[in-house]
């Protein structure tokens, strides 16, 4: 299984569409995505809202490999 790294898998992910989300956390922040990964996982989650209107959703490929890097340790 290939390494999930935040700086080229997880950062790039949330860039297109980081200014406009409402989030009270930086989402280029790597200590603030890692603290924060469960909330994050549970709302970019189909149905749930995130990323928010115009953006589309997350594939569900997307959203496993956010969950392959929580599984591998958060790896920066």
């Known amino acids: 299984m290939t390494t999930v790294s ?3 898998d997880i950062a790039p992910l949330f860039r297109p569409f980081r200014g406009s989300m409402m989030w ?3 989402l ?3 200590e603030s995505v890692k603290l924060n990964a469960s909330i994050i996982h549970d709302v970019i989650q189909p149905g749930n809202g995130m990323p928010p209107p115009p953006f589309p ?3 569900a490929e997307q959203v496993a490999c956010f969950q392959r890097w929580i599984d591998q340790g958060y790896p920066a």
């Open 6 to 8: 935040f700086k080229a």
């Open 57 to 59: 959703p997350l594939t």
């Open 28 to 30: 280029a922040d790597y």
């Open 24 to 26: 009270r956390l930086d």
